[in-house]
């Protein structure tokens, strides 16, 4: 019959609807294909309209997808200088009102080993399944990845007695990514510092292998939380909130590997 756009309250004023007669109030996004779609973003409602009816309210639950989520800033420093995995996953899951703390998190959860050095060899832990090192120390902290924080993560959201749930999105595209922020769910990226190519040094040797990979200088965690025409914004557990060009980040977030996990209800 008639369409019209909302005001900033989401109000809208409908002219020429006939007494007695029932109408079908279809909302719906500016996005939306058409008011009919599947993906109408509220709930419709089949109203009689009457002598005295002013206003109809319809149920919506549109949300921009640019829409940033709160995730809230825990900064790794000075505490943990080399603990910006820990403070990530701390961060997202006070997102959820859990309300940790990163360096309960670090001492209680994060399994750490130390690099030893013996007969001129040194030796260390495989980052996929320990911390090398000790993220409080400035000299010794090195980094971990994915694979530990999902279960370091998985027995948190456990211990608490949440029922949110940890999912390693590791070599997801950019899209899934960023879809998965769109639905308010945050998300842990592996980046470097200054989405620079990775810079690397000399490495240790992986215990129990003759493996000897590089060791990366540049490693950096943080939680991407939106996505605004072109650009991430992310808690960064060094500055706190900061935007970057969505390319730059996720050409970053290639080059370490793919490496992302998203908490989520």
């Known amino acids: 019959v008639t369409t019209a756009i909302s ?16 109408y079908l109030f279809v909302p719906s996004s500016m996005s939306d ?27 919506t639950y549109y949300q921009k997808e640019n829409q940033r989520i709160e995730v809230p800033v825990v900064l790794q420093n ?53 911390y090398a090192g000790d993220p409080s120390n400035e000299l010794t902290g090195t980094y971990v990845f994915a694979p530990v924080i999902t279960k370091v993560a998985r027995k948190v959201a456990k211990d608490y007695k949440t029922n949110l749930k940890v999912t390693n999105l590791t070599g997801a595209s950019q899209k899934k990514i960023i879809e998965t922020v769109q639905q308010g769910m945050p998300v842990m990226v592996w980046v470097t510092l200054d989405l620079s190519k990775p810079k690397t040094k000399e490495g240790w ?45 996720f050409s970053s977030y290639k080059d370490m590997g793919s490496q992302a996990i998203a908490i989520e209800k």
């Open 7 to 22: 005001d900033s309250e989401g109000q809208v004023t409908l002219a020429g609807l006939e007494v007695g007669k029932r």
């Open 33 to 59: 294909s058409s008011p009919m779609s599947n993906n109408s973003s509220g709930v419709a409602k089949i109203v009689k309209v009457q002598k005295d009816t002013s206003y109809v309210v319809l149920e």
């Open 78 to 130: 000075p505490q943990l200088p080399h603990g910006c995995e820990i403070t990530a996953m701390t961060a997202s899951f006070n997102y959820y009102g859990l309300n940790l703390s990163k360096m309960k998190m670090a001492k209680k959860y994060l399994p750490t080993k130390a690099i030893i050095e013996k007969d001129g060899k040194r030796t260390g832990p495989d980052p996929n399944k320990a």
């Open 205 to 249: 040797y992986i215990e129990g292998t003759n493996s000897k990979p590089k060791m990366y200088r540049n490693l950096h965690v943080v939680v991407l939380t939106g996505y605004e025409d072109g650009k991430v914004i992310v808690m960064d557990p060094l500055h706190g909130y900061v935007a970057h060009d969505a390319t730059k980040f």
